[in-house]
Structures are given as C-alpha cells and as structure tokens.
C-alpha cells in the first residue's frame, strides 16, 4: 500500500516519465489506481463503467510493446478517464440518460482514437449528468459527500481529485469543467473553441461545446491536452494549425513576471464572503502585477445569450430524445428544451453574432495582461446534491470561447476547496497555461524555490 501511495503522488508527466524508461511499468500505475477506487468509489460514485480485468489486460499490452523497444507515444501506458458522452469502442456509453441505456458504440471518437494511437491507458467512463446538462448524476463531492461535486463532468471531476486516476476529459457547454474542478479541488482546464475536435462526442450545443480536461497540476493538463489538439474535417469548429506546444511552453519561465487583470466577479453575481475574502488575499498578494477592472457594459446580457444559444441548439440537437421519451427525461432537460423550441429564429441567429462583439472587447484588455484573474464559483461547493452549484462565473468564457483554467488555491471554512479562474486570449492557450503555473508556483512555494523555474 505505501508502494502504491507513492506511485499515486506523482505528477503526471513525472509518471510518463518513469513509464517511459521503464522504472514504473503501467501494470503497476494500473494496479494502484484500481486499488485507490475500491478505496474510496463507494463513497465518491465517479464511475459508470468500469472493468478492472480489461484495464490489467490493457495495462500488461503496453508494458510489452515498450519491452519490445516499440516506438511509444506521449502517454504510453498513462491512465486517463473519460466522460460518459465520449463514445469508445465496445465500451458503453450511455450519456447519463435512461433513453441510452446499453448503448455500445461501435467506433472511438476522435478523442479516444488520439489517445490511443499517444498509448494511453482508458481507464473507464465517468459519470455525467443526464445529457450533460443539470440533471445530477450519482457522483458525490470526494471532500464532503454531503454537497455536490458539480456538473456536468462531475465524475472526471471526482476521480481526479480523489487519486483514482491522473488525468481525465470532460465537456464544457458552461461551466462542466471549470465548475466541478473548482468544487472538486483539482486543476481543470478548458482549452479555446474549436481547439479539440469533438467528433464522436454527444453534441447538445455545437457553437458552445469544448472538450476540456482534469489533472493534478497545469503540468499534468498541458501534457494531456496538448494530444489532443487537433483537426477533423469532421468538426466545422476546428481547423488546420501547428502543434500547440502547450507542454513545453507550460514548463518554460514566463520572459517577464505576469500581469493579471483582476475581476472580482461578473456583472451581477456577487460572491460569497469566504471567496471575496480570498480574492482580496490573492489580489493584495500580487501587489502592483494586478490591476482591478469591470468588463465593459455590453457583458451584462452575456449570460442570457450564452443561455439563449444554448437552449435553442439542445432543443435541435436532442430532438431524437424528445420523440424517443420526452416523459422518461428529467424536468431541468425538458425546461431548457422547451425555452429553445421557443426561441424565435431572429433572437438565435442575433445572438451567435456576440463571439465576434465579445472578443473585440477583451482584445483590449488582453492588451494590458497577461490574463484575467476571477473566481472560479461564488464560492466552495453548495450543501446538498439536488443542484450542480451555479455556473454564472464560467458561461461568458464559454461564449467567448477563450481559454480558462481554474486553480484549487483556496480552501473554504468547512474544508471544502474554492477555485480562481484564468482566462486567456482565444487562441493563446500555452501562454495561459505558463501564467497558470507561474501562479501556482508563487502562491504555493517559497519564492527563492521558484525563480528558476
């Protein structure tokens, strides 16, 4: 067991290390994962499959591909969850939805054919809230299971935080990866729009959709996503580019020390004492490389828009389910169906006009930082499990499409972990990435530990 502990507290890319030489073989990272979710899954409930005897057979397959001296990929023998909306192969993938139950695909999406082919071990599918939307699923917050590990990549969320496995993907159409890492108190990070393809994902809202990911550091996410940025001709939202270099450009040392727009919150969402209290510490601890600012006025419809798009592409796109069994889905799935069957035509299309008006906004503070500097939440996870907490911090990033990750810097009262957001440039996600773990160096170790890093 203190074996397997060890193993479990290193960093991910300290584990593709180790596997890479062959001084930590995936049988054994496999092994002490699976012992650390029979540790602790009947109390989480992160995962909605999950097979040990595949994933030992799968783990011994890469240890003997390595020992044959075969070329391996990035994230040979690393285990990674995956979100159950995100189709494999002869695994199900029931979306969280009655309706679904006992489907199989028969083909990986893109995703899952990317982290194949880098060599990663799939190490199950996670729990999702019904159709990736509000209602909760079965997970519970692994810090207090009395209060809710938020949605919809709740179970992604869960395990990582937990220990059960390094590295994980969600979805966010909200606030569905940002929300339950900040709640959940692990690093999440939404890369820009259309940076990761989602073909072979369940697609509720194709303007607004975002593969994201879970780690235990920005180290760990950066090495994760950076396999997964891509194109697929198959996904209209993606497009030719170079490779990222989110890994390496993470790992460098920012050229100058970052400056940090702070926002307090957003219009009209106040937060909770405890994180306006930590925010004014982090804001007081950066001193002169944070300036206080107020998104411009054309922001204070932005969550009503984000809203209106949303709900008119879902009542598109999950039209097969309303006429499979509108009775059979739960009440917070048909309210949101029924406002977008009721949006006129003139309000949607208005509203996608916003990416462009938004962005032009923010190009000019990004002119001034480095990043945006704001809660995750209005505060740590709410009690009780009939709610995912709000997402008011989180979809006018979403709608913008730019690049954010969330930081598990703060800890409530009772214990519970509290997120900051940062945001970025659309497009900028390795500068973002760098600043991320810049920040979390500084707050976290002696300054004399970090000036060479």
């Known amino acids: 067991m203190a074996g397997e502990a060890a193993i479990l507290g290193l960093d991910a890319d300290e584990m593709r290390a180790r596997l890479a030489t062959g001084a930590l073989r995936s049988v054994e990272l496999a092994h002490a994962c699976l012992s650390r979710i029979r540790e602790v899954e009947p109390q989480v409930r992160a995962w909605a499959w999950l097979d040990e005897g595949h994933i030992t057979a799968e783990a011994e397959r890469l240890d003997a591909l390595r020992a044959l001296g075969r070329a391996i990929g990035p994230l040979h023998g ?40 880098a060599g990663a071990l799939i190490m199950g599918k996670t729990v999702t809230t019904e159709l990736a939307y509000l209602h909760p699923g079965k997970t519970r917050n692994p810090v207090n299971p009395g209060h809710t590990p ?21 979805t966010q159409t909200g606030g569905s990866v940002i929300r339950p890492a900040a709640y959940c108190g692990c690093v999440g990070f ?43 001709p198959a996904d209209p939202a993606t497009s030719p580019a170079p490779p990222p270099r989110l890994f390496e450009t993470c790992m460098a040392r920012p050229p100058l020390p970052p400056v940090f727009a702070l926002l ?44 209106r798009i949303n709900f008119a592409e879902m009542a598109k796109c999950y039209y097969n389910y309303e006429r499979r069994g509108w009775d059979s889905l739960s009440p917070e799935t048909r309210a949101a169906m029924e406002k977008g069957r009721a949006t006129p035509a003139r309000d949607y299309i208005a509203a996608l006009d916003w990416f462009g008006i938004l962005n032009a906004a923010l190009d000019e503070v990004f002119d001034r930082c480095d990043a945006i500097l704001t809660p ?4 740590p996870a709410p009690m009780g499990l009939s709610s995912t907490g709000s997402a008011i911090y989180n979809g006018v990033w979403t709608l913008c499409g730019t690049p954010s990750v969330t930081l598990p810097l703060f800890t ?3 214990g519970l972990p509290m997120g900051t957001q940062l945001i970025g440039r659309r497009g900028d996600d390795a500068r973002l990435l760098r600043t991320a773990r810049w920040l979390w160096q500084q707050v976290t170790t002696p300054a004399r530990e970090t000036q060479d890093a």
């Open 376 to 379: 995750a939440t209005p505060g």
């Open 150 to 170: 938020g949605g919809s990549s709740q179970g992604s969320a869960a395990a990582v935080a937990s220990g059960m496995v390094p590295l994980a993907l969600g």
């Open 264 to 307: 307090p919150h957003p219009p009209g969402a106040e937060p909770e004492p405890e994180m306006a209290g930590a925010f004014a510490e982090l804001t007081a601890f950066l001193g002169e490389q944070g300036f206080e600012f107020a998104l411009p006025g054309l922001f204070d419809g932005a969550a009503e828009v984000r809203e």
């Open 78 to 117: 690393l285990p990674v969850a995956l979100k159950d909306i995100i189709d494999t192969a002869r695994i199900p993938t029931e979306n969280g939805c009655t309706l679904d139950a006992g489907r199989v695909p028969v083909a990986d999406a893109w995703v899952v054919r990317r982290l194949k082919a």
């Open 190 to 232: 939404k890369p820009s729009f259309g940076a990761i393809p989602r073909t072979g994902i369940l697609t509720q809202s194709p303007s607004l959709d975002t593969v994201g990911v879970f780690a235990s550091s920005v180290e760990g996410a950066a090495l994760l996503a950076e396999v997964l940025f891509g194109d697929d």
């Open 412 to 414: 409530a009262g009772n």
